[in-house]
């Protein structure tokens, strides 16, 4: 007997194993692997998806039938079916959570409630309550109490019942177009009337040459240079017809570039390319690292070796670490490639995603660039994996499915014999200490791609030095200010550094030192000038700025610390007509205003591009030669053993943004810790020196990439209670788990409190531990289904941050 194995929309312990059911007569012809289905689950339905389709001996058991299918298509291939099974155990997710993970938005279903009438009701109900209908919607809170109690009385006498409907999401939208419907005879013989307009004749000579072509109204418009009213008119006289069409929304198309050419390579280029193309000709799967400074050329490279991907009839996915970094990408990769070019990111509409993902699946697309989510892209028969600035903690997703975009890459390029490329000017310590292992082939390219472009001149600045010397905690030095102000004068751009990572400003009593926390979360307020509050960037709560201190009554309250709101106002007054702009969250926040940031800082409409980490990554723009990190220490002192190196590649990679082209780059580093190691070899744009220093430190610390971590975190509303369970955890590994393994904690974690819950945690730190799957495995079934309902475990393989 046919059976399919399906996996319910429903992320739970006890649903995250596969259900049997018996197939339908009309599908048993049907290939039912990978698709949607609606099941029968208890005394309901829900959404799932068909893992396996297998042969079962006719049985005494009882099994339930699939009631449908939900799509034409399946959406998951053998490919996705497997990845989604090994990632689910690899992150210790619900399965259904990482094929959700995989799939647009738009395949969630939403379960809608509903009442439908089944025995006699009184004409009066069947009115008030079903407006005249069988089934209608149900909304609890659209009743009163004396309707709700009617509603379930007649429940209770099985008048009517309680429904659920699966509402499907990924309807193809269409649009309204508009074609002529007139033959050629009658066209003519309309055009010569004298009564006519000149719109009119415009559009039925423009309808004679164009038979059979489908258009929306505001298109034609625009085309024909005419007003709609005079397209709804000739609607309304029969000239036109209207049908609908499915329409795609397409992100890419609209971007306009002009076609560029490959150049010709650098040495250093020419080089990486010959030994990645004679990998991917021969289908090799291997991984490469590829160490080039900050303007070497790295992108340049993917573009080609994407172009021979494609020429040997292969795909290629292209990840890049963050939304900012997409619209530069596109466009150079579509100037390349036209058409055959997605893109998948996370400010896409659920439609666009859609039907971007569609277009994949079908292989209308050979090449997709997107963020961390995009390495589920279904491309088939993928030929080159490249994840660019490999080193970026975005690439890891931090809530369930806890995977990083890496892994995730390396499984698929071995399942289609690919060639995945890392690339960075600073890679993470875990790949290039692979790379020192022989795991992957390391390439380097230690050149300026640009002839005659070189790394810019560093300088250190210390800030105890300029605050004593001035008395004052200026978020300027002199030697800062001098450069930005001769840089307006030369029409040339600068760049400056904000780190906010760690603590940006808040307000402080200058009398008691009483610092306003958000009641929810155990962090201080953020200060906003623009909105005169302070705000909890965890929680979202907000209060009014405080006159006075509310433990002592005294005025002083100050503000502590630097934001980039307040850098700018400060900037605004130190130089006259400087002009500046701020790229940060709260300016980015509207759809477009990113892209319009970037290419008004490109068309050299501002001196100044003011931000947060996001101006530290990628970004090339010729005539920026100068960079300033204006706090470059702040988070350093973080409690997390990868401080040093987040610090190092942020600076180096800043650093990296001037002096792109012929004219040479200044960097000004501002900092109170000018001996620090990071901050010194950050200076010298020197990785490799840094890659030691740092591996010696991880070496003493039995850290990263000497051993492996996983962080295991429990929360909940009551402290007493976390805390009583946390320590259950370390109860029930320790004893399971290699005596090799290190167990550090429990500990409260470096933000305690949360949104009202508080947080304990314990890291694992091992090198191999046979035990280990299992014994976490079953912390996450057995052990996790015994606490108590609002107390959550999560556990976390790799993570980022121990924060
Ligand atoms: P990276 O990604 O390594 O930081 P980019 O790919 O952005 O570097 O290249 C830096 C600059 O060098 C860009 O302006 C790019 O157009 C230019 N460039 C890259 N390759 C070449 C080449 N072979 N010849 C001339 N210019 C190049
Ligand atoms: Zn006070
Ligand atoms: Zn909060």
Same mark, same amino acid.
């Given at each position: 007997?046919?059976?399919?194995?399906?996996?319910?929309?429903?992320?739970?312990?006890?649903?995250?194993?596969?259900?049997?059911?018996? !197939?339908?007569?009309?599908?048993?012809?049907?290939?039912?692997?990978?698709?949607?289905?609606?099941?029968?689950?208890?005394?309901?339905?829900?959404?799932?998806?068909?893992?396996?389709?297998?042969?079962?001996?006719?049985?005494?058991?009882?099994?339930?039938?699939?009631?449908?299918?939900?799509?034409?298509?399946?959406?998951?291939?053998?490919?996705?079916?497997?990845? @989604?099974?090994?990632?689910?155990?690899?992150?210790? @997710?619900?399965?259904?959570?990482?094929?959700?993970?995989?799939?647009? &938005?738009?395949?969630?279903?939403?379960?809608?409630?509903?009442?439908?009438?089944?025995?006699?009701?009184?004409?009066?109900?069947?009115?008030?309550?079903?407006?005249?209908?069988?089934?209608?919607?149900?909304?609890?809170?659209?009743?009163?109490?004396?309707?709700?109690?009617?509603?379930?009385?007649?429940?209770?006498?099985?008048?009517?019942?309680?429904?659920?409907?699966?509402?499907?999401?990924?309807?193809?939208?269409?649009?309204?177009?508009?074609?002529?419907?007139? @033959?050629?005879?009658?066209?003519?013989?309309?055009?010569?009337?004298?009564?006519?307009?000149?719109?009119?004749?415009?559009?039925?000579?423009?309808?004679?040459?164009?038979?059979?072509?489908?258009?929306?109204?505001?298109?034609?418009?625009?085309?024909?240079?005419?007003?709609?009213?005079?397209?709804?008119?000739?609607?309304?006289?029969?000239?036109? #017809?209207?049908?609908?069409?499915?329409?795609?929304?397409?992100?890419?198309?609209?971007?306009?570039?002009?076609?560029?050419?490959?150049?010709?390579?650098?040495?250093?280029?020419?080089?990486?390319?010959?030994?990645?193309?004679?990998?991917?000709?021969? %289908?090799? &799967?291997?991984?490469?690292?590829?160490?080039?400074?900050?303007?070497?050329?790295?992108?340049?490279?993917?573009?080609?070796?994407?172009?021979?991907?494609?020429?040997?009839?292969?795909?290629?996915?292209?990840?890049?670490?963050?939304?900012?970094?997409?619209?530069?990408?596109?466009?150079?990769?579509?100037?390349?490639? *036209?058409?055959?070019?997605?893109?998948?990111?996370?400010?896409? @509409?659920?439609?666009?995603?859609?039907?971007?993902?569609?277009?994949?699946?079908?292989?209308?697309?050979?090449?997709?660039?997107?963020?961390?989510?995009?390495?589920?892209?279904?491309?088939?028969?993928?030929?080159?994996? !490249?994840?660019?600035?490999?080193?970026?903690?975005?690439?890891?997703?931090?809530?369930?499915?806890?995977?990083?975009?890496?892994?995730?890459?390396?499984?698929?390029?071995?399942?289609?014999?690919?060639?995945?490329?890392?690339?960075?000017?600073?890679?993470?310590?875990?790949?290039?200490?692979?790379?020192?292992?022989?795991?992957?082939?390391? *390439?380097?390219?230690?050149?300026?791609?640009?002839?005659?472009?070189?790394?810019?001149?560093?300088? !250190?600045?210390?800030?105890?030095?300029?605050?004593?010397?001035?008395?004052?905690?200026?978020?300027?030095?002199? #030697?800062?200010?001098?450069?930005?102000?001769?840089?307006?004068?030369?029409? #040339?751009?600068? $760049?400056?550094?904000?780190?906010?990572?760690?603590?940006?400003?808040?307000?402080?009593?200058? &009398?008691?030192?009483?610092?306003?926390?958000?009641?929810?979360?155990?962090?201080?307020?953020?200060?906003?000038?623009?909105?005169?509050?302070?705000?909890?960037?965890?929680?979202?709560?907000?209060?009014?700025?405080? &006159?006075?201190?509310?433990?002592?009554?005294?005025?002083? !309250?100050?503000?502590?610390?630097?934001?980039?709101?307040?850098?700018?106002?400060?900037?605004?007054?130190?130089?006259? %007509?400087?002009?500046?702009?701020?790229?940060?969250?709260?300016?980015?926040?509207?759809?477009?205003?990113?892209?319009?940031?970037?290419?008004?800082?490109?068309?050299?409409?501002? /001196?100044?591009?003011?931000?947060?980490?996001?101006?530290?990554?990628?970004?090339?723009?010729?005539?920026?030669?100068?960079?300033?990190?204006?706090?470059?220490?702040?988070?350093?002192?973080?409690?997390?053993?990868?401080?040093?190196?987040?610090?190092?590649?942020?600076?180096?990679?800043?650093?990296?943004?001037?002096?792109?082209?012929?004219?040479?780059?200044?960097? $000004?580093?501002?900092?109170?810790?000018? /001996?620090?190691?990071?901050?010194?070899?950050?200076?010298?744009?020197?990785?490799?020196?840094?890659?030691?220093?740092?591996?010696?430190?991880?070496?003493?610390?039995?850290?990263?990439?000497?051993?492996?971590?996983?962080?295991?975190?429990?929360?909940?509303?009551?402290?007493?209670?976390?805390?009583?369970?946390?320590?259950?955890?370390?109860?029930?590994?320790?004893?399971?788990?290699?005596?090799?393994?290190?167990? *550090?904690?429990?500990?409260?974690?470096?933000?305690?409190?949360?949104?009202?819950?508080?947080?304990?945690?314990?890291?694992?730190?091992?090198?191999?531990?046979?035990?280990?799957?299992?014994?976490?495995?079953?912390?996450?079934?057995?052990?996790?289904?015994?606490?108590?309902?609002?107390?959550?475990?999560?556990?976390?393989?790799?993570?980022?941050?121990?924060?």
């Amino acid at each position: 007997m046919k059976t399919v194995s399906v996996i319910v929309d429903l992320p739970t312990r006890q649903t995250n194993q596969p259900f049997t059911y018996a !197939i339908p007569d009309d599908l048993l012809d049907f290939d039912l692997l990978g698709h949607r289905v609606r099941v029968p689950f208890g005394r309901r339905f829900l959404m799932g998806y068909v893992v396996a389709v297998d042969q079962k001996p006719a049985g005494d058991f009882q099994l339930k039938t699939i009631e449908s299918i939900v799509d034409k298509q399946p959406i998951l291939n053998h490919e996705m079916l497997a990845l @989604s099974d090994w990632l689910a155990r690899y992150v210790f @997710s619900y399965r259904v959570q990482v094929i959700q993970a995989m799939l647009p &938005n738009a395949f969630k279903p939403r379960y809608l409630k509903g009442l439908k009438i089944v025995g006699d009701v009184s004409k009066e109900l069947r009115q008030t309550i079903f407006l005249g209908n069988d089934e209608i919607e149900f909304l609890a809170k659209n009743y009163d109490p004396q309707q709700t109690a009617m509603i379930n009385e007649l429940i209770r006498q099985g008048k009517i019942v309680q429904t659920t409907t699966i509402e499907k999401k990924n309807k193809a939208k269409t649009v309204k177009v508009l074609s002529a419907k007139l @033959s050629a005879g009658e066209l003519s013989e309309l055009l010569k009337s004298r009564r006519r307009s000149e719109a009119q004749k415009k559009l039925l000579i423009f309808l004679a040459d164009h038979e059979n072509v489908f258009f929306q109204s505001k298109e034609l418009a625009d085309i024909l240079d005419i007003s709609v009213s005079t397209i709804a008119t000739a609607e309304k006289n029969n000239w036109l #017809e209207k049908s609908q069409m499915p329409l795609t929304r397409n992100p890419v198309k609209n971007i306009s570039v002009k076609k560029t050419k490959a150049v010709k390579l650098t040495a250093d280029q020419q080089s990486v390319f010959d030994q990645l193309l004679a990998s991917i000709t021969k %289908g090799e &799967n291997k991984t490469f690292l590829l160490e080039g400074i900050t303007g070497s050329g790295k992108t340049e490279v993917y573009l080609q070796l994407i172009e021979k991907t494609i020429a040997e009839g292969k795909t290629a996915l292209l990840l890049v670490p963050e939304i900012a970094l997409t619209p530069q990408m596109i466009r150079r990769v579509k100037a390349r490639f *036209l058409d055959s070019v997605a893109l998948i990111h996370s400010g896409l @509409s659920d439609g666009q995603r859609l039907d971007q993902w569609e277009e994949i699946r079908d292989g209308k697309i050979k090449i997709v660039i997107g963020t961390r989510s995009a390495v589920f892209s279904p491309l088939s028969n993928i030929g080159l994996i !490249i994840i660019d600035e490999e080193h970026e903690t975005n690439y890891k997703q931090e809530d369930n499915p806890r995977y990083h975009a890496r892994d995730v890459a390396l499984w698929r390029a071995k399942y289609h014999k690919a060639v995945t490329l890392l690339g960075s000017a600073t890679p993470s310590l875990e790949s290039r200490a692979r790379a020192q292992k022989g795991l992957f082939q390391l *390439l380097t390219m230690k050149h300026r791609a640009v002839s005659g472009a070189v790394l810019p001149k560093v300088s !250190i600045v210390d800030m105890r030095e300029v605050w004593q010397r001035q008395h004052a905690d200026s978020d300027f030095s002199p #030697e800062l200010l001098d450069a930005i102000k001769q840089r307006q004068l030369n029409h #040339e751009q600068s $760049i400056l550094l904000l780190n906010r990572r760690g603590f940006s400003s808040f307000v402080m009593c200058r &009398n008691c030192g009483y610092v306003p926390h958000c009641p929810n979360c155990n962090v201080s307020l953020t200060l906003h000038m623009d909105s005169h509050s302070l705000n909890c960037h965890y929680c979202g709560y907000e209060e009014a700025i405080p &006159n006075t201190c509310p433990v002592c009554g005294s005025h002083q !309250i100050r503000y502590v610390g630097t934001g980039t709101e307040k850098v700018a106002a400060k900037l605004n007054s130190l130089i006259t %007509g400087i002009k500046l702009v701020r790229l940060d969250q709260d300016t980015t926040r509207k759809k477009g205003s990113l892209e319009k940031i970037l290419s008004d800082f490109a068309a050299r409409k501002y /001196d100044v591009l003011l931000g947060t980490q996001m101006v530290a990554k990628g970004l090339d723009f010729p005539d920026v030669t100068l960079v300033g990190a204006i706090n470059a220490d702040v988070g350093l002192n973080l409690p997390d053993y990868r401080s040093g190196e987040k610090t190092f590649e942020l600076l180096t990679q800043v650093a990296g943004r001037a002096g792109r082209d012929q004219k040479t780059g200044e960097v $000004i580093i501002q900092s109170f810790n000018p /001996d620090n190691y990071a901050i010194k070899l950050a200076a010298d744009q020197n990785y490799e020196a840094f890659y030691k220093s740092e591996m010696l430190l991880r070496h003493l610390a039995d850290y990263p990439p000497y051993f492996y971590t996983i962080q295991i975190a429990v929360s909940g509303p009551d402290q007493f209670l976390t805390s009583q369970a946390i320590d259950q955890v370390s109860a029930f590994i320790r004893p399971q788990l290699d005596p090799k393994t290190i167990v *550090l904690g429990p500990t409260p974690k470096a933000i305690a409190k949360l949104r009202n819950r508080y947080y304990f945690q314990i890291i694992l730190k091992y090198k191999a531990d046979q035990n280990l799957e299992n014994t976490l495995t079953s912390l996450q079934t057995d052990f996790a289904e015994k606490l108590s309902k609002n107390i959550y475990l999560s556990i976390d393989r790799d993570p980022v941050s121990f924060i």
